[in-house]
């Protein structure tokens, strides 16, 4: 019942731009921390961006700072990563995570791929 789904992911070229789309469905954004990851093949998962409770600032990562913003539409309980400045070595699958306040329990969606490329 618990899902998230990753949208919003393609072919950008070098200084271009993409909006990805985290849905959430089976649960409340608004009680977990919400963040995008990315992995490229044969390297780490790390951390994109994270939202944690309102009133709180985002966490960006260096590479991310002043090129990527993450925000919720609570609304229309989505997470949104929109990302300009883009760059080849952003290439990567990009993945939505969800982090329950309560219990700490982690929720991961299947991901959507990002190819940054000219």
């Known amino acids: 019942q618990v899902r998230l789904a990753e949208s919003g992911g393609g072919l950008a070229q070098p200084g271009g731009s993409l909006r990805l789309t985290c849905a959430a469905s089976?649960?409340?954004?608004?009680?977990?921390?919400m963040a995008w990851f990315r992995q490229a093949p044969g390297k780490e998962r790390e951390l994109v961006a994270r939202?944690?409770?309102?009133?709180?600032?985002?966490d960006y990562a260096d590479f991310a700072k002043g090129r990527f913003t993450i925000s919720r539409d609570n609304a229309e309980n989505t997470v949104i990563l929109q990302m300009n400045s883009l760059k080849p070595e952003d290439t990567a699958q990009y993945y939505c995570?969800?982090?329950?306040?309560?219990?700490?329990?982690?929720?991961w969606g299947q991901g959507t791929q990002v190819t940054v490329s000219s």
């Open positions: 995570n969800a982090r329950s306040w309560a219990t700490q329990i982690n929720f």
């Open positions: 089976g649960f409340v954004i608004s009680y977990y921390d």
């Open positions: 939202t944690r409770k309102i009133g709180s600032s985002p």
